[in-house]
């Protein structure tokens, strides 16, 4: 089973600044790795498939790059509404499909 | 407009069973593989199981394997998961989400709101 770990697991940040978050495989998941946004009380939503695809209705200032075993999502300037717990994902060795334990950013 | 809604969640003793579906609209349902996903209070996100377009391929994550089984009635849109022999681990918010091909899981593109099973005496 591939490992996700994310760091940090909680991000301090103020609107307008940039937030860089960190996902590492515990082997190479070659791009197929996806990020996903979770706001309190809600689902998930897809933000970032095969690193660096933007979903559907995803704005610019999400980016996510990387390969093998590192990656990272980027949000160039964020919004109130970015204020959230951020998931990566994996496809590549499966089952099981498995996430990181998340990276909350917080004001 | 793609529509996921869950039902089916409650509380149920250990050892018990519960069957959870998950109705589907806005798209072509039997194009689409189609999973399950939950996650505990205050934990992250588990793959529980995933299911071919058209029924005929399922995939479970280890933790429920032999105990839940995922399947698909694609005459009525909708997706089902029975728990048998549910544990106190079992507890989660269980969410519905489509995946963007037809064949595998994948990625989780759309996610229903989910419902919530409790497992406790």
């Known amino acids: 089973e591939i490992v996700l770990t994310q760091s940090p697991a909680t991000l301090s940040l103020s609107p307008g600044e940039r937030a860089t978050l960190s996902c590492r495989a515990s082997q190479s998941v070659r791009s197929y790795l996806a990020w996903y946004q979770q706001k309190p009380g809600q689902a998930p939503r897809l933000l970032i498939y095969?690193?660096?695809n933007r979903a559907t209705g995803i704005p610019a200032r999400f980016s996510g790059s990387g390969s093998g075993t590192d990656f990272t999502l980027t949000i160039s300037s964020l919004e109130p509404e970015d204020f959230a717990v951020y998931y990566c994902?994996?496809?590549?060795?499966?089952?099981?499909?498995?996430f990181g334990g998340g990276t909350k950013v917080e004001i | 407009e793609v529509k996921l809604l869950e039902s089916g969640g409650g509380l149920v003793q250990p050892g018990g069973s519960l069957r959870l579906s998950c109705a589907a609209s806005?798209?072509?349902?039997?194009?689409?593989?189609m999973n399950w996903v939950r996650q505990a209070p205050g934990k992250g996100l588990e793959w529980v199981s995933g299911l071919s377009g058209s029924g005929t391929d399922t995939f479970y994550a280890d933790s429920v394997k032999g105990r839940f089984t995922i399947s698909r009635d694609n005459s009525k849109n909708t997706l089902y998961l029975q728990m048998d022999s549910l544990r106190a681990e079992d507890t989660a918010v269980y969410f519905c989400a489509k995946s963007p091909i037809s064949q595998h899981p994948y990625y989780f593109e759309y996610w229903g709101q989910g419902t919530l099973v409790t497992v406790s005496s």
């Open positions: 806005g798209f072509t349902f039997s194009s689409y593989a």
């Open positions: 994902q994996q496809r590549f060795i499966w089952p099981p499909l498995t």
């Open positions: 095969d690193t660096s």
